[in-house]
């Protein structure tokens, strides 16, 4: 696995290539903000990269399991009712392709830590569930790191802790 270079030229990085990341990374460069991301295994995908058991499927119907992007679904024509883990890999792989992200992503790279530089004030900052976002909150501090957690649903936000807008604690 590589270190990860200096974030200084980066406003939002993204760590792990499941759904939520791969939408972090298309939302935040749609938004103008110059992104990255950190995968620690060799493609995109998740849990439906690492899951490679035999017999390795959705539980829920594929067109409910997928982004809702219509850009995504109007091309993507699901193989089976409940597609197993070689058809998602391969939805990850149009995904990164029609939204041209791979020029953005760094595989096989683990974020191990990530520490605060007290003389540049620099990563160290406001932490925040996106489900408990606070209106208070703006984005204008930068660096941003997304963590997306194992779904779409669950993403986490650090940004700057100059900023003085903070989350309620």
Known sequence: MS????????????????FGGVYSLHHMRELGF?????????????????NCYPGARVDVETPVYQLYAPELYKEWKWEERYSGRNEMVEYFNHIADKWDLRGEITLKTRVAHASWDQ?????????????????????????????????ASETRIVTNSRSKNRPNK
Do not use: Q
């Open 3 to 18: 270190s990860l270079p200096t974030p200084e030229r980066y406003d939002v990085v993204v760590v792990g290539g499941g």
């Open 34 to 50: 110059a992104t990255h991301m950190y995968e620690a295994g060799s493609g995109l995908g998740g849990i439906w990269h690492w």
């Open 119 to 151: 003389d540049n004030s620099r990563f160290r900052g406001v932490m925040c569930h996106t489900a408990l976002w606070s209106k208070d909150i703006e984005l204008k501090e930068l660096p941003i790191w997304l963590f997306p957690w194992a779904s």
